[in-house]
């Protein structure tokens, strides 16, 4: 079963595990992973199940990394039912194909293949998590901390999200933006609008602080990152009295920002901006991770040329997108994204052809035997 990516990809597709219910995936990957011969560990925090498995106690040590959980199956017609792992025509269906249980069975595959010779000359681990498309709270943090704790700190790592935009083999992740979300109250003076001497209007006080914050660009990037971006995402008043100058007024914003800066060196700006334009004002900020890098090398060659050995593509390094758990895993060891391609990820119809799935476990197993000689 676990040489051959597709009969484990519809054993997980048919778990239907939204975030945060696991529904039985874990444990069907557990049961794969332990008749490979690797010692797993069901780590449980909260409400996530999450699993950390390894086989070999050596040096090097090359962790896969991912997550079992998804996203709801959405509005509209599927093609095959979101959770029956259907092949129809050469292509699997089911929410999760591509993000990313059609990557985690392409692991496992991989990995079944290269033990067939034997025992690794290293180690071969697993971090595999219930939490990504949620808070994130409970999952690959906590897993980390685990694996700090108890010496599994692998050399290199690998996450299996859908990185390629069109074809397997375009695309390998080496770092991501960071994120950072602000709430924003700015406090006046309520009053008549017809006496605004006797009122302080908060609203005019932040749209001049949201105009100072969006006037001109944060950076013009970067060697490896495109510029940071500042995006207004609400202005809330809440006022439904034409006369009357409100007390306060809110607004949210998201920062996409690359290696230039921190989430403490922009929450210092925002604060500073805001005392420019309001005496009175709250900012409350959530960093829901760092910019990361992981530099062009050795390991990063190592995984090229695993790529273009099988799909005949040299691969584009790249730090755009979203976040995904690398932002977490990059604290503890290199870190690199590798997957399907991403054009049907979190919509109706979720798919993958199979000769992809294959095509990845190929190029996983020649990943693992140049990082395990």
Request: aromatic content about 6%.
């Amino acid at each position: 079963m676990t040489a051959d990516p597709l009969p484990l990809a519809q054993a997980l597709i048919r778990c239907a595990s939204v975030t945060p219910a696991d529904a039985g995936a874990q444990d069907v990957l557990a049961a794969a992973l332990e008749d490979l011969g690797f010692a797993v560990t069901r780590l449980r925090f909260g409400a996530i199940e999450n699993l950390f498995a390894r086989i070999g106690t050596n040096r090097p040590h090359l962790c896969f990394a991912g997550h079992t959980d998804v996203v709801p199956e959405g509005a509209g017609a599927w093609r095959a039912g979101p959770f029956d792992g259907a092949v129809r025509d050469g292509v699997l269906y089911g929410r999760g194909a591509c993000d990313m249980k059609g990557a985690i069975a392409a692991f496992v595959a991989a990995s079944a293949v290269h033990l067939q010779a034997g025992p690794p000359r290293g180690s071969i681990s697993f971090l595999i998590t219930g939490d990504e498309e949620g808070p994130a709270v409970d999952g690959t943090v906590r897993v980390l901390d685990w694996m700090e704790a108890n010496d599994h700190v692998p050399d290199f790592c690998i996450v299996g999200e859908p990185t390629n935009p069109g074809r397997l083999g375009e695309m390998i992740k080496i770092g991501r933006r960071g994120s950072l979300n602000a709430r924003i109250s700015v406090h006046g003076i309520q009053g008549h609008v017809a006496y605004p001497a006797r009122a302080d209007n908060p609203v005019h006080r932040l749209a001049r602080a949201l105009v100072a914050l969006t006037a001109a660009p944060l950076d013009a990037g970067s060697d490896w990152f495109e510029p940071s971006t500042l995006q207004v995402t609400s202005i809330d008043v809440g006022n439904p009295i034409t006369n009357v100058i409100p007390a306060s007024a809110q607004a949210m914003l998201n920062i996409r920002f690359n290696d230039r800066h921190s989430g403490a060196s922009l929450t210092a700006w925002l604060r500073a901006v805001l005392a420019q334009h309001a005496e009175r004002f709250d900012l409350d900020v959530s960093v829901s991770g760092e910019s990361f890098l992981t530099a062009p090398g050795p390991a990063v060659d190592r995984l090229l040329a695993a790529v273009q050995a099988v799909t005949g593509l040299q691969p584009k390094l790249d730090t755009g997108g979203g976040t995904s758990d690398a932002r977490f895993i990059a604290r503890l060891c290199p870190v690199a994204e590798f997957g399907l391609v991403g054009r049907t990820m979190h919509q109706v119809d979720e798919c993958v052809p199979v000769a992809e799935l294959r095509d990845l476990a190929r190029t996983y197993r020649h990943v693992i035997a140049a990082f395990l000689p």
